[in-house]
């Protein structure tokens, strides 16, 4: 069973592991697609993300989507041959935050492809994986696999707009057109915002975010004038830079709303905090999803139109290929690698 493993910064192979059968309520999947995540791409530059540093060779990615392979004993779920999505995330459903029905912050949570834990939580970027049976979801009438492979970071961006209520009719500022970022863009769409500025260093990314739903684009470099907003409604960080962050507070109206869903660089973050005083502009954090795993396979099925984001697919045996155009902004969106034989 092949697999994409990182050993350390720059230093990701393709090994040969085993892999049994399902144990009593899990599943087997063929794996099809798995999508390259920023967090990935961290641990293959860097070995490591933010806090969470490479002890051990990891299996990478929580992006993933295949074919039920095999069930486990006492397991009712898709059959043989059911094309489904995996769920990364498995909560202990225990903790205070999760009897309060945010399980994505549980504090004893596990996560595909995650060092954030020691042993590592080994990823799905691998020909088979074997899961929980909750984390096993079927998708929708009609919904390719391909398509379906960004459901895990749609439900990311589903769950950041969430965290600011309803958008119906919002003018909306986005730093950052990254994969999440104009994911973000698709689900503000979805979600019925009036107008969604985005903000970016590259050319490419922002012809993207327009392809998703932006109304307009600025570059981040830009100095100030009228392409930037003023007074949006709502503004949410999806670049993980400190320069994106003080670009939403000091955009946002007075008792707007910041959403916070980049992953900043480690340590403390120099920002104008007497605006959020001021202006009671209210700051909130974004973190993974839960529940809108399901309403992103919904909203893919329907039709939501995230083709322009998908932008190329690459067999296994070319991962560091693949690495490597998945951080090249110039050229590349989201990048999937295909884990089916050839």
Avoid at 112 to 134: D, K, M, N, W
Avoid at 302 to 324: C, M, N, Q, R
């Amino acid at each position: 069973m092949l697999a994409c493993v990182a050993h350390g910064a720059r230093d990701l192979r393709i090994e040969d592991r085993s892999e049994g059968p399902p144990l009593p309520g899990t599943i087997a999947v063929d794996i099809d697609y798995g999508g390259i995540c920023g967090s990935d791409l961290h641990y293959y530059h860097r070995g490591r993300v933010g806090d969470f540093v490479l002890q051990e060779p990891l299996v990478l990615g929580h992006e993933v989507v295949g074919r039920v392979r095999e069930l486990g004993a006492d397991v009712e779920g898709p059959a043989v041959g059911s094309a489904v999505a995996i769920h990364p995330a498995t909560p202990c459903d225990e903790c205070p935050e999760c009897r309060d029905g945010r399980r994505n912050v549980c504090r004893n949570t596990r996560y595909l492809g995650s060092a954030a834990r020691f042993p590592h939580v080994q990823g799905g970027f691998s020909r088979i994986l074997t899961v929980r049976a909750e984390q096993v979801v079927p998708l929708p009438e009609g919904l390719s696999l391909r398509r379906a492979a960004v459901a895990e970071p749609l439900s990311v961006a589903l769950h950041a707009v969430n965290r600011a209520g309803d958008v119906t009719g919002l003018r909306v500022l986005v730093t950052g057109a990254g994969p999440i970022g104009c994911l973000v863009v698709a689900a503000l769409v979805a979600g019925g915002a009036a107008e969604i500025v985005v903000s970016d260093l590259v050319d490419e990314a922002l012809t993207v975010a327009m392809a998703s739903g932006a109304t307009s684009v600025v570059r981040a470099d830009r100095p100030p004038d009228k392409s930037w907003p003023e007074d949006v409604d709502l503004a949410i960080e999806a670049s993980g830079s400190p320069a994106g962050l003080r670009s939403c507070i000091e955009r946002v109206r007075r008792g707007g709303t910041v959403v916070q869903l980049g992953l900043l660089p480690p340590g403390d973050t120099a920002f104008p905090g007497n605006l959020i005083v001021t202006r009671e502009i209210s700051l909130v954090g974004a973190f993974r999803f839960d529940r809108e795993f399901q309403h992103a396979l919904d909203l893919l099925a329907a039709g939501l139109d995230v083709d322009p984001i998908l932008t190329h697919v690459l067999p296994l045996s070319e991962a560091v290929a693949a690495f490597d155009l998945a951080g090249d902004r110039t050229r590349a969106c989201k990048v999937l690698l295909d884990f089916r034989p050839a």
